[in-house]
């Protein structure tokens, strides 16, 4: 199976400041990274699909990026309502698996 | 604008079984591979299954493989998943999802419902 580490676990930062999330696949993924918002008691929610395609709605402040084993999530700018969970998820290969989520807090 | 309903959540016994549903809208439903992800109460996401878009073939994590069954039907634009055999660490919220590409049966999941809940306890 394809392991998804995720880093950091949490993370604080203030409104408007820019923050990238990482994650590392244990094999080469090529671009296939999903990577989703998830609020307390809600649905997650799919930003960036193939490593750095923006799913339709989302705000150009999400971005992705990388290939192979390693890849990022970033956000610029960030937003009262972007404080939530962020998790990524490895599409090349069955059985799927998700990261094990990063926590963005407000300062 | 594309709808997934989950039912059939609810309280069974160790050991018991339940059916889950989705009900699909606002898209070809037939065209796009359907899964099953969930989520323990305060733990992160875990794929269960995917079905293809003609429901031939179906992929299973292995912690739910023997005991739960994937299945579609295209003509009422419904997804199901048969779980037997449940135990204490299957209590979950399960959401259905959709992928983001039409046919491919690994598209990351671009459309959730909103979850039904599954608590298995005596």
């Known amino acids: 199976d394809i392991q998804m580490t995720q880093s950091p676990s949490s993370v604080s930062a203030s409104v408007g400041d820019r923050v990238t999330i990482t994650c590392r696949a244990s094999q080469d993924i090529s671009k296939w990274v999903g990577w989703f918002q998830q609020k307390p008691g809600k649905a997650p929610k799919l930003l960036i699909y193939?490593?750095?395609s923006l799913q339709r709605g989302v705000p150009s402040r999400f971005s992705g990026s990388g290939s192979g084993t390693d890849f990022t999530l970033t956000i610029s700018g960030l937003q009262p309502e972007d404080f939530a969970t962020y998790y990524c998820q490895q599409a090349n290969s069955f059985p799927i698996t998700f990261g094990q989520g990063t926590r963005l807090e407000i300062k | 604008e594309v709808q997934l309903l989950e039912s059939g959540g609810g309280l069974v016994q160790p050991g018991g079984s339940l059916t889950l549903s989705c009900a699909a809208s606002g898209f070809s439903f037939s065209v796009y591979a359907m899964s099953w992800v969930r989520q323990a109460p305060g733990k992160g996401l875990e794929w269960v299954s995917t079905v293809s878009s003609t429901g031939g073939s179906t992929y299973y994590a292995d912690f739910v493989k023997g005991r739960f069954t994937i299945s579609r039907d295209n003509s009422n634009n419904t997804l199901h998943l048969q779980m037997n055999s449940l135990r204490a660490d299957d209590t979950a919220i399960y959401y259905c999802a959709r992928g983001i590409v039409v046919v491919t049966p690994t598209a990351s999941p671009g459309y959730w419902g909103q979850g039904t809940l599954v608590t298995v306890s005596s």
């Open positions: 193939a490593a750095s």
